[in-house]
């Protein structure tokens, strides 16, 4: 039996073999596909899942009302940006805790909390366009709805928000992740490589970034830049640079001095080969490691510029903002609508967390 001895198959192999690893991998999976298909996950696939229901705002978990859907005038919309970015509902959503029905109208009493009576309105066939009897009104415009996390503080479904909501953490991560790679692996592999005034220069720059408090210099960024949904994105990717270059710079300085680098002088290949071909693809093992917890430290960062009020700008749910809107009802008797989206914040970073422990463990020459 021939065993392969591929570097690349055997850090598999003893991958495979890391529960932590394989499950957080397995779990950072499933989130990227419920990111994907939020909208279509989603109970409210409108946009950004703001369909406000205040009469039944701050709703336990697993609540069920009935719904009067009134239609409106459709706006022209293809099925892609409906399955990114849902779907522009112009429909009104009326919460009813009761409805009669007359010879040319409908009679609905609208939800009220505590159970009080409240007023009752018609609404004739001229609101149902596609209909030509009011007895066909319950069947197709009247539906029971439930709430599987409850509501938040404008009733609106916080399933949907929190689903919708991935997409934040996870793009804020992949987006400033990249930035920190694309700046700290040039910057890094050119001080190792040049040395000198230029190595000076540049760790000069890494440790003035490096000094200031990445929450602070990320704040002064994004007022800079303004507030908004790109602007956290390119904030919180020029704060992280800084240690993948350090790194990166740490790796070259090794790397350069081994006899295959020499050995590509003598056949007189210029530096950017050098680099690109031969120092690099064997000086980014930590750096692989290192994005790991530099995603994690996004999604941290993101969330907490949420709660701030300064990252994702409503409506646009971001887990951050969910519970810099719900922080208060932790003494006001209803903690789950703050401390859903604190779970969900700590699983994604823990799993991120794992997973870098575990390709520490195959890709650590050492303990092979």
């Known amino acids: 039996m021939v065993h392969s001895t591929s570097l690349t198959k055997l850090a598999l192999q003893k991958f495979q073999k890391n529960f932590w690893g394989v499950f957080s991998l397995s779990f950072l999976v499933l989130c990227v596909l419920v990111a994907l298909f939020a909208y279509a996950l989603a109970p409210d696939d409108s946009q950004n899942a703001n369909q406000m229901h ?18 409106s005038e459709e706006i022209s919309q293809n099925s892609l940006s409906t399955f990114f970015f849902g779907r522009k509902n112009t429909l009104t959503e009326i919460p009813i ?49 439930t709430f599987l996390l409850g509501t938040d503080k404008y009733g609106r479904d916080l399933l949907s928000r929190m689903l919708i909501g991935i997409r934040i953490s996870l793009s804020i991560g992949f987006v400033a992740v990249l930035i920190s790679l694309l700046i700290g692996i040039s910057l890094g592999a050119i001080a190792g490589y040049f040395g000198g005034k230029i190595d000076a220069a540049i760790m000069w ?3 003035v970034t490096w000094s200031i408090p ?77 994005s790991a917890a530099n995603f994690a430290s996004a999604i941290l960062i993101e969330s907490g510029l949420s709660f701030l009020g300064i990252g994702a700008q409503p409506p646009m749910p971001s887990w951050g903002g969910i519970i810099k809107d719900h922080y208060s009802y932790i003494i006001l008797g209803k903690p789950y609508l703050a401390i859903i989206p604190g779970l969900a914040i700590m699983s994604l970073v823990t ?18």
Request: charge should be neutral.
């Open 54 to 71: 205040l009469s039944i705002h701050s709703k336990a978990p697993g609540f069920t009302v009935q719904m009067l859907t009134l239609p």
């Open 97 to 145: 805790s009761g409805y009669i029905l007359k010879e040319n109208a409908i009679e609905i009493t609208p939800y009220i909390p505590e159970g009080e009576a409240g007023i009752s309105k018609e609404y004739g066939l001229n609101y149902f366009p596609s209909i030509s009897q009011i007895s066909e009104v319950p069947q197709q415009y009247i539906s029971e709805k």
């Open 205 to 207: 720059l890494i440790n």
């Open 214 to 290: 990445t929450l602070l210099l990320v704040i002064a960024i994004t007022l800079a830049l303004g507030k908004g949904f790109w602007q956290v994105f390119i904030a919180v990717g020029l704060t992280m640079w800084v240690e993948v270059a350090r790194i990166v710079r740490g790796q070259v300085l090794g790397v350069k001095q081994m006899q295959f680098v020499t050995a590509a002088r003598a056949l007189g290949f210029n530096d950017w080969r050098i680099i690109t071909h031969h120092i690099l693809p064997n000086s980014l093992a930590p750096v692989i490691i290192i």
């Open 351 to 368: 799993a991120f967390m794992l997973l870098g422990n575990a390709l520490r463990d195959v890709l650590d020459v050492k303990s092979s």
